[in-house]
């Protein structure tokens, strides 16, 4: 028997109470004990952004984050972000192809947009540098984004 | 490419923070887990017990102390980038923080993390030694004080004690003639070679070099051709001042080469 704890957390506005092995990472938690397997797990060390959710608002690795560590926490997946702009826009602009990196790009874009909602091509690709795609090659992606932002690019 | 089991504990005061590390050798601290959950996953790293810091009020908090900038060892990478104390009193820790790793990555790693971990890449202890910051540092013995100069000893190597905490980095009175270069492959990559340079008034220039050795460097002898401005002597004062270690990504000759690019760079930032 490994080491548990008991954790209180909100997901997606609803309240969560479950027993979590200590070890397990938040994003192991959302999809394993909760079914919420929009976020996805890829690297498991920081890197590539599938794994990419909300904590207390603000965007983090779920893969660098216990579950015990949200105790107490608002966390938000894609499943329970209002992400629906820039959802449509990825649709038109073909900013998805398997879909892996998705999530990651649409939580971590709204971020962007949150914090500047006029970026620059330059600014958007340096914001989402942490974001990996190995489908689409990346510039539909930025374009999506941008079309968002209400700045049209070829 | 989990961790393997450790028990959790999350004090709620420094003392039981203190008492929880002394009670086992093989206890981490757990800041903001960016690095060390990393290492946890790939099993690079196996405490038996993980002690969460976030409890520690006394950690958190960026303020004016009378003399500089008192920063807590909680404070995010996020809060260096966007605080209004930081961007006024510390700029060149704005400056660095911008470019460090990711923005998902910054919400939740700390300065004191990556000061305690002294990766050889980081960017924070060279802009602590630039800047000539204070490290306060708590233990289960008292209370004691170092100077970043004499913090970081080597690759991961710090004049931690086992079982010792960083509380927070005092930063002396604001410099503005600042400049800070990281030569990357890519956004957020860990630094190929970087530089943290603050030019005090009435003082030679501390330029710290990150990614170049195993512990941040002052080129002390560069510091000094630039006070008599002459940035091709700098330059050449490198090879002196540097003793580059070879990476798989850079070779020890390519560090040495890019320094200088880099500082010729980073002097006509300083040179305004």
């Known amino acids: 028997m490994e080491p548990e704890a008991t954790i209180r957390l909100t997901v997606n506005g609803e309240a ?35 794994c990419t959710l909300l904590l207390n608002g603000e965007i983090v690795r779920g893969c660098l984050t216990l579950a015990v560590q949200a105790e107490g926490a608002d966390v938000t997946t894609v499943e329970g972000a209002d992400l629906k702009s820039l959802q449509e826009a990825f649709v038109e602009r073909n900013a998805l192809q398997c879909g892996f990196c998705t999530p990651g790009m649409l939580l971590t874009a709204d971020a962007l947009l ?5 970026p620059t091509r330059k600014e958007a690709r340096a914001f989402l540098s942490g974001n990996y795609c190995r489908c689409t090659g990346y510039h539909a992606i930025v374009d999506a984004v941008l079309a968002v932002a209400g700045r049209e690019t070829s | 490419m989990k961790p393997a089991p450790f028990d959790y504990l999350r004090p709620e005061d420094l003392d039981a923070a203190l008492a929880a590390l002394a009670a086992d050798p093989e206890a981490a601290a757990l800041a903001g887990g960016q ?6 996953n790939m099993r690079a790293a196996r405490p038996t017990t993980l002690v969460d810091l976030s409890g520690l009020s006394e950690l958190r908090g960026v303020a004016e102390d009378g003399v500089g900038l008192r920063i807590g060892a909680l404070t995010t990478h996020a809060t260096l980038e966007t605080d209004p104390l930081i961007a006024a009193r ?60 004499d913090f970081f000893l080597g690759a991961y190597e710090t004049a931690l004690a086992p079982g010792e905490l960083i509380v927070a980095i005092r930063i002396p009175s604001t410099v503005k003639r600042v400049a800070y270069r990281k030569l990357a492959r ?23 070099f990150f990614a170049v050795s195993d512990a ?17 002597a700098a330059v050449a004062a490198l090879a002196d001042d540097l003793s580059p270690i070879d990476h798989p990504d850079c070779d020890a000759a390519t560090k040495l080469h890019l320094a200088g690019v880099l500082l010729r760079r980073a002097y006509l930032e300083l040179g305004e």
């Open chain 1, 16 to 50: 969560v109470q479950a027993r979590t092995p200590v070890r397990q990472s938040l994003v192991d938690f959302l999809r394993e004990e909760l079914d919420l397997t929009g976020s996805h797990v890829g690297c498991e060390h920081g890197v590539c952004g599938a």
């Open chain 1, 114 to 118: 949150k914090r500047n909602p006029t």
């Open chain 2, 35 to 40: 690095s060390l959950l990393a290492m946890m």
């Open chain 2, 90 to 149: 510390a700029p060149l820790l704005q400056c660095a923080a911008r470019e460090l790793a990711h923005p998902a990555i910054r919400n939740r790693g700390a300065i004191g993390g990556s000061l305690a971990l002294a990766d050889p890449a980081a960017e924070l202890p060279a802009v602590a030694v630039a800047l000539n910051g204070t490290l306060e540092i708590a233990g289960q013995d008292g209370r004691r004080e170092i100077a970043a100069d």
């Open chain 2, 186 to 208: 890519r956004h957020g990559d860990y630094a190929m070679v970087g530089l943290a340079a603050a030019w005090p008034k009435d003082d030679s220039p501390r330029i710290a």
């Open chain 2, 216 to 232: 941040p460097t002052l080129a002390v002898r560069a510091g000094r051709a630039l006070v008599a401005g002459d940035v091709d």
